[in-house]
């Protein structure tokens, strides 16, 4: 009789545990229903993507346009500073010194102040001309000697 008894209670326990489960299985595919995406949840869903995928596209495209024309510009101006760099190279490798700097009253005062000892600037202030003006006619009288 042990073993009936035994036998009857475990097909009542097992009996239980198959209901109990039962019960909870469908428990859980009911709310797995309940939480799972319709067909018109998932159109929508699908029609989000889409925009933000176009909205990313136009994105993109803008910022394609932009890079094209600051492309376009930077093109421009190196096009510009290699023309300048060239205007530059052929004033550089000239020979050719101008022959007329400043008039030549001022060329004539520049220079004898200059063969007098004074300094540039000190010919500057004399004669009311800018450093500059006075250091580009002894640099060109240096240059005429040098060649003379």
Known sequence: MDW???LIVGGVVLGSGCVLLSTILRAVWARKER???TSDD???LEESVVLLIQDL???VDR???ELSKRAEVLERMIEEADERIR???EITHSTEVPRRVGSPHLT???LGHASAGLSPSEIARTVGASLAEVDLILR???ARAGRG
């Open 35 to 37: 939480e799972s995406l």
């Open 57 to 59: 596209e136009e994105q």
């Open 63 to 65: 910022g394609i346009k």
């Open 4 to 6: 009936l008894a035994i």
């Open 108 to 110: 004539e005062k520049v």
């Open 140 to 142: 060109v009288a240096q």
């Open 42 to 44: 998932l159109r929508a």
């Open 87 to 89: 205007a530059l190279q």
